[in-house]
Nanobody, 125 residues
Framework: QVQLVESGGGLVQAGGSLRFSCAAS????????MGWFRQAPGKEREFVAG????????YHADSVKGRFTISRDNAKSTLYLQMNNLKPEDTAMYYC??????????????????WGQGTHVTVSS
């Protein structure tokens, strides 16, 4: 049974930092590209960051570039998202996702076949 369990969400003031973790099980994590997406109320789901199966390639959306960093630890089957200098517009539900049939990172949500339950972030101004 595939599981992606996110943790690390919460309430933070603008300018603050949070770190998300996503613990994966039930598939070969080290062979899957991974990504973070987010969805704010009334808005469509948005790609945040992606990482290749080795972690050697990463991509961050322009809206978070320079503030967020995606990383992974294949030995622990865990994906991370370090978020610094948070802004109120970062308020959203954040989802960890796995593209188990792709080694390369992708921004296309249709390439991701497993999704976590989400963890929420509220950034107050």
């Amino acid at each position: 049974q595939v599981q992606l369990v996110e943790s690390g969400g919460g309430l933070v003031q603008a300018g603050g930092s949070l770190r998300f973790s996503c613990a994966a099980s039930g598939f070969t994590f080290s062979r899957a590209a991974m990504g973070w997406f987010r969805q704010a109320p009334g808005k469509e789901r948005e790609f945040v960051a992606g990482i290749s199966f080795t972690g050697g390639s990463t991509y961050h959306a322009d809206s978070v570039k320079g503030r967020f960093t995606i990383s992974r630890d294949n030995a622990k089957s865990t994906l991370y998202l370090q978020m610094n200098n948070l802004k109120p517009e970062d308020t959203a539900m954040y989802y960890c996702a796995a593209a188990s049939r792709s080694y390369l990172l992708t921004r296309d949500p249709r390439q991701y076949d497993y999704w976590g339950q989400g963890t929420h972030v509220t950034v107050s101004s």
